[in-house]
């Protein structure tokens, strides 16, 4: 049994040692929200089962391990950095070694005058005007544990700002590395993305381990979507299996804006994701995809949450999950519609398939509808591959191996085929034919 | 000889379906099975397709000299055999196209000959087409999702000139076809009938074979062959009925 208040007291130990090592950071008004979100942390405690939002997702394995803050970056090559580009992607990339931006290996030039991406930690430290009317705005820390442990140690994360009325064609690479040798290391990538009226951008938030390592990723994003401004959001997950990954995305969106956020998870031995999106304007739209995969002992946890908090908005969720061996997955989809959001549209649909007879989802669509000229759906279902299917297949010459691999990328097909980048997608698919390959050999 | 059973019985959940079939068949022949529902029609159709629940419990069934009971439902597909669904299944996210050239390519490589490539396929695909009146559409679409009743029987026949099998199993392809796809899909059949090749038409009524004439046709009456017989047989059912079988079965035997 893990003494919760020792985990507590472990972390603010942390925050005693961070502190010291700010130098003159400490004196940036920054500083004050860290102190402010160490005194949350220190008044939350961790989520047990019993907490509603945690009943399915055990974290005792995470509190088990005393992570170290990451001192300074190990040196990792470009060779190792570019195994991680997408299909040979040439696109512009921020590259972040254990949560510390590396300006050598990263590649911004084509972006030059276009937009402004730098690291946060230097936005903070300029004062950026952007930095003081949206940071730290949307991801409350005064009531959820981890956001609060990411404000305290805010230290850096990829800031980026589309001014009014650029089109950005090339996508943007985030890419979270993290590589873990001997002590179990913790970064808190901490992301904010300003996107300003009649503006277009699509960016990746890739998280990968470099080996198999033991550490732990807390990362916070906070986008802001402008007046018709149209935002892609990739958020790829394949971090070390044996790694924890707890992630928060925050995202308003304006009048008339589009936010698409396509969700990949196949890392991680605990991952837990909390994706909210609020529509604080008229007649704007989302669609969330996300595709998960777990295996062995893997957890993954989705809770997204769509605040329809104006009229005429509409939403389009897809969640599929397809789970082997003992893993577990965790669906939690919330539909808020208020009382004033009338002609809200707002669909949520949530597929899993499992391969083993081990395998476990909890799925739970939330409709918490306000108003009444409103259109919504939900549906959830849970299946095996379809053995009427496989006979099929198998019936025209289709081996066993091939006819599986067929039949979970059909599954898969609806998510894979709603992302745009078309070096992702691809990259994807040989995902899916070697996990599943290899699963069929015996 | 191309196929034999011999003495095969089979169990669907725990239940004796197919009592003892005797049936041979050799290249270039056209055989019907007919009978009442429920007689283990379709039942003898998918053992011999391979479908794993059903339990054949006695028998043999032998395949261009091989045992075919021993081998995989894809085995038995790449040494030959095809049958065409009763209820074609609907598979979403799965193009046509993309099924059928797995499924060629697996075969072409059991048989140890060269996979086609994209352009050789589909000039394949092509030719195969017009054989069922297919519209081009069909293909890309996803297997049998949303396609019509007809459209989903002249896709199995489509798929059985794409596959090119020795033997074909027709499950009933006819019911629920109108007119006009009943021609074409019996066109299809006709155009593959080959001196080397034979086909197995399950079928309930004697319709389909005024368009597909057969060289034998056979009754099958609770899991057995109840009378064997010339084309004529099919006739004779159409005019007096399955009753007469099940009135005499015992001394038709």
């Not at chain 1, 985990?7 to 008004?29: A, C, I, M």
């Not at chain 1, 577990?328 to 549209?345: E, M, P, S, Y």
């Not at chain 2, 060289?215 to 006739?235: M, N, R, W």
Request: with cysteine; aromatic share 8%; charged share 25%.
């Amino acid at each position: 049994m893990t003494d919760f208040n020792e985990v507590n007291k472990w972390y603010v130990s942390l925050f005693d040692e961070f502190e010291k090592n700010l130098n003159g950071e400490s004196k940036l008004p920054i500083h004050l929200l860290r102190k402010k979100a160490i005194e949350d942390f220190s008044a939350l405690s961790f989520p047990t089962k019993k907490n509603e939002e945690w009943r399915f997702t055990n974290i005792s394995p995470l509190l088990q391990t005393r992570f170290e803050l990451a001192a300074k970056a190990p040196t990792v090559s470009q060779e190792e950095v570019d195994r991680f580009r997408f299909n040979g992607m040439k696109c512009p990339m921020m590259v972040f070694i254990n949560g510390f931006y590396s300006d050598r290996l990263s590649e911004l030039s084509s972006l030059k005058g276009k937009m402004t991406v730098k690291n946060i930690s230097s936005a903070l430290k300029e004062n950026n005007p952007q930095i003081s009317k949206h940071f730290a705005k949307y991801a409350d820390s005064s009531n959820q544990i981890f956001t609060a442990l990411s404000t305290a140690f805010i230290k850096d994360g990829a800031f980026i700002h589309v001014p009014e009325g650029k089109i950005i064609e090339e996508p943007l690479h985030v890419l979270f590395l993290t590589t873990s040798k001997e002590e179990k290391i913790l970064s808190h990538p901490r992301n904010l993305f300003i996107i300003d009226k009649n503006s277009q951008v699509s960016i990746i938030e890739h998280y990968a381990g470099l080996d198999e390592s033991v550490y732990f990723t807390n990362a916070v994003t906070e986008i802001s979507v402008g007046e018709n401004a149209i935002v892609r959001h990739t958020k790829f997950q394949e971090e070390s299996k044996s790694s924890f990954h707890i992630a928060r995305m925050e995202t308003v969106q304006q009048s008339n804006s589009n936010f698409t956020s396509n969700m990949i998870s196949f890392g991680g031995e605990i991952s837990r994701n909390d994706f909210n999106i609020r529509f604080i304007g008229t007649g704007a739209e989302s669609e969330l995809n996300g595709l998960f995969m777990t295996e062995g002992n893997q957890l993954f946890d989705a809770h997204t949450l769509i605040d329809h908090a104006s009229p005429l908005c509409s939403s389009h969720e897809l969640y599929k999950g397809i789970l082997d061996d003992k893993s577990r997955g965790v669906f939690n989809g919330k539909v808020i519609v208020r009382r004033d959001a009338q002609k809200t549209n707002a669909f949520q649909e949530n597929n899993n398939i499992l391969l083993s007879g081990d395998a476990l989802i909890d799925t739970k669509p939330q409709l918490e509808i306000f108003a009444d000229d409103v259109k919504c759906s939900h549906g959830a279902t849970i299946g095996q591959l379809d053995n009427e299917a496989l006979f099929y297949l198998k019936s025209r010459g289709i081996g066993e191996k091939a006819s599986r691999d067929i039949l979970i990328h059909a599954f898969a097909s609806d998510v894979v085929r709603r992302i745009k980048i078309n070096e992702i997608r691809e990259h994807l698919e040989n995902i899916l034919t070697e996990k599943f390959s290899r699963k069929n050999e015996n | 000889m191309l196929l034999e059973i011999k003495n095969l019985h089979a169990n669907v959940a725990g239940k004796e379906i197919l009592k003892g079939i005797n049936l041979s068949i050799n290249e270039g022949e056209v055989h019907a099975i007919m009978g009442p529902n429920g007689s283990g029609k379709s039942t003898l159709a998918q053992v011999l397709a391979g479908r794993e629940e059903y339990e054949v419990t006695k028998g043999e069934v032998i395949f261009k000299g091989k045992n075919l009971l021993s081998l995989s439902p894809e085995d038995r597909a790449r040494e030959g055999i095809f049958l065409a669904f009763q209820y074609p299944v609907e598979i979403p996210g799965v193009s046509n196209t993309n099924m059928l050239k797995t499924a060629v390519n697996e075969i072409r490589k059991y048989r140890g000959e060269e996979e086609y490539d994209a352009i050789e396929f589909l000039q394949m695909i092509k030719s195969k087409m017009k054989l069922v009146e297919l519209e081009q559409t069909l293909l890309s679409r996803a297997v049998n999702e949303g396609y019509s009743g007809g459209e989903k029987k002249r896709n199995e026949i489509f798929q059985m000139a794409v596959l090119e099998p020795t033997l074909a199993i027709l499950d009933e392809t006819d019911s629920g076809l109108d007119i006009d796809a009943l021609r074409v899909v019996s066109n299809g059949v006709n155009k593959l009938r080959a001196p080397d090749k034979a086909v197995i038409l399950v079928t309930h009524y004697q319709r389909l074979l005024n368009y597909i004439i057969p060289d034998f046709v056979h009754v099958l009456y609770k899991g057995k062959i109840v009378k064997s017989g010339g084309k004529e047989l099919a006739l004779e059912l159409e005019e007096k009925g399955y009753d007469f079988i099940k009135d005499n079965s015992g001394v038709l035997v």
